[in-house]
């Protein structure tokens, strides 16, 4: 069974300094690998995906996030965070080895918080 | 597109009563899923369709809880009866296989509380 974990509820940052929010997978096939961002009584939007290829992704916003295998992790990562980055992050996980199946599962979510 | 459209955004109804949540995917999407995100729970998967067939209902909570996808553009999620352990924000989310990873577009979610 897939599943993901992120290690962290909540991460403070100064502005502009660099983020970095953690997430690690476990998957029997190769792993498509997402991150989602929530505003405040909003759904979720799409921020970037890992498919094949390059380890790193660069995504909307500024975001961009590091596929490492040997340590089966998707960190996602700012140079510099903006206040307006303050929201609840989600790492999500799909089997790819399994050609037919879609299930997406999510992490538990992890709240950035960016002081000015 | 308007995007995924999500019905009611917001319902209270009393223990015992009858909920039913809808959601219109985006127009050529072939995938559907419905979500349910609550503190202690975080973001769950109930259930999700491919081509109006429900594939993994592994995720419903128990009998209380049935959905449907009678056409490519309508989806219903029914809870009866509801309880007060119901309540949470519940998503409805699409995806076109076609872009290769089954990107998700969320709705705006429906917020339930059960009283």
């Known amino acids: 069974a897939q599943s993901v974990a992120q290690p962290e509820d909540q991460v403070n940052v100064a502005e502009g300094n660099p983020l970095t929010v953690k997430c690690t997978y476990s998957?029997?096939?190769?792993?498509?690998l997402f991150w989602y961002v929530q505003y405040p009584n909003r759904g979720l939007q799409f921020l970037l995906k890992y498919i094949t290829g390059d380890n790193l992704v660069k995504g909307s916003y500024g975001f961009e996030a590091e596929f490492n295998k040997s340590q089966t992790s998707f960190h996602l990562k700012k140079p510099s965070a903006l206040v307006s980055d303050s929201a609840l992050y989600f790492c999500?996980?799909?089997?790819?080895?399994?050609?037919?199946?879609?299930?997406?599962?999510f992490g538990s979510g992890t709240r950035l918080s960016i002081r000015p | 597109d308007a995007g995924v459209i999500q019905s009611p955004r917001h319902e209270v109804t009393e223990m015992g009563q009858e909920v039913t949540l809808r959601c219109k995917p985006i127009s050529g999407h072939d995938y559907l899923f419905w979500y349910r995100q609550t503190m202690m729970r975080g973001l769950e998967l109930l259930i999700y369709?491919?081509?109006?067939?429900?594939?993994?209902d592994s995720g419903m909570p128990e009998d209380r809880f049935s959905a449907k996808m009678p056409n490519a553009s309508f989806s219903t999620l029914k809870i009866q009866p509801s309880e007060p352990r119901d309540s949470a924000v519940y998503f409805c989310a699409s995806s076109n296989r076609n872009d290769g990873a089954n990107v998700l577009t969320f709705g705006a979610g429906s917020r339930l509380t059960v009283l």
């Open positions: 369709f491919n081509n109006n067939v429900p594939i993994d």
């Open positions: 998957v029997s096939g190769n792993p498509y």
């Open positions: 999500a996980v799909r089997d790819g080895g399994y050609s037919s199946a879609s299930k997406i599962i």
